[in-house]
Nanobody
Framework: VQLQASGGGLVQTGRSLRLSCAAS????????VGWDRQAPGKERESVAR????????HYADSVKGRFTISIDNAKNTVFLQMNNLKPEDTGVYYC??????????WGQGTLVTVSS
């Protein structure tokens, strides 16, 4: 397994969760890494991405101000702190690593369910 995600679960609206993704093998040589999510009946979307250098690269408009992505390169681990969760944040969250000129890697996904 090259991208191992964890931290999903069932929470109430307004609560927080922290997702973790540990990269190994070829995926650990990422140039940037982040999280995509797929809500029921919707297409997968990029939620947040960060470069290996630690500069936050992208947040979806819907999560700005609530989600924070961070990275520990020494452990090849990326985190997504999700605060003030809303029912529309419900979905499967996939860790996504990109290596320039090589390709993309996705983890198995972790389910986040936010109840109203």
């Amino acid at each position: 397994v090259q991208l191992q995600a964890s931290g999903g679960g069932l929470v109430q609206t307004g609560r927080s969760l922290r997702l973790s993704c540990a990269a190994s093998g070829a995926a650990s040589a990422y140039d940037n890494v982040g999280w995509d999510r797929q809500a029921p009946g919707k297409e997968r979307e990029s939620v947040a991405r960060i470069t290996r250098g630690g500069i936050a690269q992208h947040y979806a408009d819907s999560v700005k101000g609530r989600f924070t992505i961070s990275i520990d390169n020494a452990k090849n681990t990326v985190f997504l702190q999700m605060n003030n969760l809303k029912p529309e944040d419900t979905g499967v969250y996939y860790c996504h690593a990109e290596r320039y000129g090589d390709g993309n890697y996705w983890g198995q996904g972790t389910l986040v369910t936010v109840s109203s």
